[in-house]
């Protein structure tokens, strides 16, 4: 059989795991479960460690979230750190290391006992944490050391393609029955995603705080860049990780991002400067996965055309794995179920370019 890229792959067809997803809108009931309200936080400024806090503070503090004593996973999308030969934070391609930090430490001050920081990554540890600043990598080594040297050493760069012994199997909705995840991610006490203001390419047309966590998963198992699973239905399988690990809080960086093909530079993505377009930084934060997506959907989202016609579900209905979250009980994508907390979307709401041939998906 031909090897082919994973570009390749999306291009020429979805798998037969993914076909379920494309079923006419017509075809689907617009009706999700009821979930309690939940907030989001949206909070804009130029200082981004403030702005983190800041939104950490609006939706109750990391004290309501992390006990004293649990041990915390800390899950940022570092997809292209050390990579690209290019700065992946200002690119827009990973999350902005002061929005990680921030996190970190504010776990430590929680009382969290060991805050570890892990990607699987296929390259060096010290190419996908380092980096010199404004060169490559995730430039979050020298941030950390400086949390330890004040806090203590609870704070921990780990590379879980080197560290993983063993994997904890959780179930599937696709037809790989079940998926394999690291035990040091599952076992955590409280698990959390960091994720970038980012659009896909097919047949995903946005990653946020939920599609982040396919990069825990292990490429000895599923190949490189994880093809098993977006052969298996990648949409669901997101969905699947997400049910089965139960991320206690997501963030989102909006200092830089990527509109367009995502999810790198060599995709075809087009950096953005969050600043340069609304006059400030941003940073999401909830408690509910699928509601701080959908909340960063609808803030990327302000043109996008056709318009959905049921504004409450919005935008995030014609973006399958938050549609089919919603459907599934994972959580919330309803405008009128979601209490944004901070700046008003429409203060802050912006029109990126859309990715090709996945919105909407009718």
Known sequence: MKNITRRQFLKGGLG????????????????????????????????????????LNSIG?????????ERVFIKPNYIAGGLMGHDPVRSGEIPHPDVVATVARECVIAGASEVVIGEWFERPLH???????GKEGAQIKRPVELINKRYGAKVFLV?????????????????????????????ADKIISVAVLKTHHTPISV????????????????????????????????????????????VISGVCGMEGEGVVRSFGGKSVDVAERIGGCLVLAGRDPVAVDA????????????????????VPWHITHLREACRQGIGEIRKSRINIVGNKLSEVAMSWEMPKGVYPEF
């Open 16 to 55: 037969l795991g993914a076909a379920a997803f494309l079923s006419p809108l017509s075809a689907v009931a617009a009706s999700c479960p009821r979930f309690p309200l939940t907030s989001v936080a949206v909070i804009k400024g130029l200082n981004i460690e403030d702005i983190t806090e800041q939104a």
């Open 61 to 69: 503090g990391m004290g309501s979230i992390v006990r004293p004593g």
């Open 127 to 133: 190419i996908l944490y380092g980096g010199r600043e």
């Open 159 to 187: 590379d879980l393609r080197r560290t993983t012994k063993k994997f904890i199997y959780i179930r599937s909705q696709t037809s790989l029955e079940y998926l394999a995840v690291p035990d040091s991610v599952i076992r």
């Open 207 to 250: 990653t946020f705080g939920m599609k982040n966590f396919v990069g825990i998963m292990p490429s000895v198992l599923y190949g490189e860049p994880r093809m098993k699973l977006h052969e298996a239905g990648i949409n669901q399988v997101i969905l699947d990780i997400v049910r089965g690990i139960k991320p206690a809080l997501t």
């Open 295 to 314: 909340t960063a959907a609808r803030l990327i989202t302000r043109n996008w055309v056709p318009r959905p016609r049921n504004e409450d579900l919005g």
